[in-house]
């Protein structure tokens, strides 16, 4: 049994990589500000008021897991802001605020979790394809764009320094999944689920740092 640690747990892919991992008799800890009787009737350990922007928050919940080891992180947590993310509508405290959450919202955690890991460990970051440099053809989203770029080089250099501590990071992008960040467009939070838990089966330190789509894909930076 594997313990595992998933961020931005309260709906959508997180909640359904909570559910598929605890299905597959694993031990999990779900993060999240704000939990649900969806995700309390799961029977996982639930942190609640966790908000990953904020140090305090952070260092609480690293206290409170003294004593575990943790073999996967999922960093799951995230944000898109519409309003304000378009060249003749700049918001820049939006795209402020999408950084603060995609990027270094999943740094602070990641940092303060890792005394927790061992050779072995494995770290996941959900990125996006939007963050693809090679791949924007459409323009815009400034703050989406911008932020995921930066999480997935943090993950890179993750996995580089991480290395020769044994722990494996993957960079994955979920697929265009039915959620309210989609406006409910796209394939199903199981399928995308499923799909990310396989490639995470897959990490190893031979493919430590590469960005993948969740059915395979490796893609573009």
């Known amino acids: 049994m594997a313990t595992y640690l998933i961020t931005g747990t309260n709906r959508g892919i997180g909640k359904e990589l909570c559910k598929q991992v605890h ?6 800890i779900a993060v999240c500000r704000e939990s649900d009787w969806e995700l309390e009737s799961i029977g996982i350990s639930v942190e609640t008021g966790v908000d990953i922007t904020s140090e305090q928050d952070v260092a609480g919940l690293v206290n409170r897991l003294q004593g575990f080891k943790l073999d996967v992180l999922i960093n799951n947590a995230g944000i898109v802001e519409r309003k304000g993310n ?9 795209i402020r605020k999408q950084f603060e959450v995609n990027a270094i919202g999943t740094l602070r955690p990641t940092h303060a979790l890792l005394p927790l890991m061992e050779s072995g460990g494995k770290i ?9 440099i090679d791949d924007n053809t459409s323009g815009g989203s400034y703050g989406y764009r911008m932020s995921k770029v930066a999480v997935s080089m943090a993950g890179k250099s993750l996995s580089v320094d991480l290395k020769s501590q044994g722990i ?18 796209g394939i199903s939070p199981e399928e995308s689920a499923k799909n990310l838990l396989a490639r995470i089966d897959e990490l190893n330190l031979e493919n430590t740092g590469t960005f993948w789509h969740a059915k ?6």
């Open 23 to 28: 299905s597959k008799g694993n031990k999990v």
């Open 216 to 221: 395979g894909e490796v893609l573009p930076w």
């Open 168 to 185: 494996a990071v993957a960079i994955l992008h979920p697929g265009l999944v039915s959620t309210r960040m989609t406006n409910f467009t």
């Open 86 to 94: 378009y060249l003749d509508d700049l918001d820049f405290d939006s």
């Open 124 to 132: 996941a970051i959900i990125t996006s394809r939007m963050g693809s």
